[in-house]
Every structure is written in C-alpha cells, then in structure tokens.
C-alpha cells in the first residue's frame, strides 16, 4: 500500500497536480506583458541617498582611522605622515599633525554597511547614488584617494535643516572645484 501525504486521507491520489499548476503559473506569466525597464536605455530612479559608491572629502579627513578600523570587511587602506608646523608665536610648541598620503577602498570587498561614513567625525565620507563602476578586472575596483574625490560630485547635498542655515558643506567643496578649474 502506497503511503500518501498527511491531511489527505480521504483525497484520491492526483499524480502530476503539482506539475501541471507550475505550468498554468508559466502560462499565465507567458501570455502578460512584461514590465521590464531595459536599464541602459531606461536609467532607474534612485532615492536621493541611495547608497552607490563612497566618496571621499579630503580636506575633512584628519587620518584618525577611524574608518579603517570600524569596517567589518577591512576594505579601507589608509597610509598617512606627520608633519610639523612651526610655532606662530616665540615661547610657543609646534603643532604637528596627520597629512593623508594613501586612503584606498576596495569595493570588491565592501559590505556597503555604512559603518565608516557614520563613524566619521568629520563628514570625510558621503554616499553617491552612483552604482555605474563596473569593472573587467577585480583589481580596478580598488579606488584610490583620487578616484573617490572624483566621487565627490554626485553627492546629492543634504536637505537643509533651516532656511537660514548655511550651504552644505559639499556644494561648497563643489564651488571651489569649479572656481579653480576656470
């Protein structure tokens, strides 16, 4: 005597029923139209802070390393020097401080978990919405502090908190760029 499933002792056995209503699903999805976006003829619309690549605002960072050190993935490479800045006043100390040398991100390992550019104290890091950075060789998706400045001007800026709060700190960064270039 054949076992037949629970709950179905006063059912005949339907061999088949299972694949015969996967058809009628594949039927019914064959005849609707499809309501695919072709993506390179019809880009997306994203959030304003939809989370793409990472951008680096260099003249924010201050190499705590902090960043480096909270990523769970370790994707972040940072290599920095001190200099020192002589005293401005006699009888004074010199100041020395951290100057940025390297700051590398290797998206083939990153999480895009955020974690850096909340951890920043000194908004260094921003999210784009710009998810366009393929690359044919893995090598290629280590960007370098250069590659991430560049970044820098798809950063949307943030919604201002009052009407008479001063500019975003990246349109200014953006302003700058723009002045020195012409």
Known sequence: ????????????????????KGLAVTWR???????????????P??????RGVIALQEENCTVCMLCARECPAWCI?????????PATTEGGRDRS????????????????????IEVCPFDALHWT??????????RDLTHDKDRLREWMWTVPP?????????????????RRAVQDDT
Do not use: W
């Not at 005597?1 to 015969?20: T, V």
């Not at 999805?29 to 880009?43: E, G, I, K």
């Open 77 to 85: 490479y940072i290599d920095s020097h001190k200099e020192t800045t």
């Open 158 to 174: 943030p919604p201002a908190l009052d009407h008479h709060a001063e500019a975003a700190k990246e349109l200014e960064v953006t």
């Open 1 to 20: 005597m054949a076992e037949r499933p629970i709950g179905s002792e006063n059912q005949p056995a339907r061999y088949g029923a299972g694949l015969l």
């Open 97 to 116: 401080h951290n100057v940025l040398d390297a700051f590398d991100i290797d998206f083939s390992l990153c999480m895009y978990c955020s974690i850096c």
């Open 129 to 138: 919405p710009e998810f366009e950075y393929a690359e044919f060789d893995i």
């Open 45 to 50: 619309e994203l959030p304003p802070r939809s």
């Open 29 to 43: 999805n064959l005849t609707r139209r499809s309501v695919t976006a072709q993506y390179p003829d019809v880009r």
